[in-house]
């Protein structure tokens, strides 16, 4: 299984960007799938995730900025990111977790994260 993430860029603030994320392989079911940010010198954080059936979470931080969806037939997340602001910039990743049916029964469990994107905000 693979992941990824594409739709980083440059913005001026107050601007929109749509990160896509995209997974590929043999997926039985996506359960969770999850953005995550790390801007240099600190931790990744948690922007917001979504559940196979469409429950969303989100950081504090990008609450009535920022949209996760989903696409479960084609395996696809999305952020919306609408009025950014230079304190968003960072590295965007991916990560989803799910199952593949190895046969005669067998569901292996899995977890798997994107190649991050770069989102830079200008002031």
């Known amino acids: 299984v693979q992941l990824q993430a594409s739709g980083g860029g440059l913005v001026q603030a107050g601007g929109s960007l749509r990160l896509s994320c995209s997974a590929s392989?043999?997926?039985?079911?996506?359960?969770?799938m999850g953005w995550y940010r790390q801007a240099p010198g600190q931790q990744r954080e948690l922007v917001g995730d979504?559940?196979?059936?469409?429950?969303?979470n989100y950081a504090d931080s990008v609450k009535g900025r920022f949209t996760i969806s989903r696409d479960n037939a084609k395996n696809t997340m999305y952020l919306q990111m609408n009025n950014l602001k230079p304190e968003d910039t960072a590295v965007y990743s991916c990560?989803?977790?799910?199952?593949?049916?190895?046969?005669?029964?067998?569901?292996?469990?899995?977890?798997?994260w994107g190649q991050g994107t770069q989102v830079t905000v200008s002031s």
């Open positions: 979504i559940t196979s059936g469409g429950t969303t």
């Open positions: 392989g043999r997926i039985f079911r996506i359960n969770t």
């Open positions: 990560n989803a977790d799910g199952s593949t049916d190895e046969g005669m029964g067998v569901m292996s469990q899995w977890r798997y």
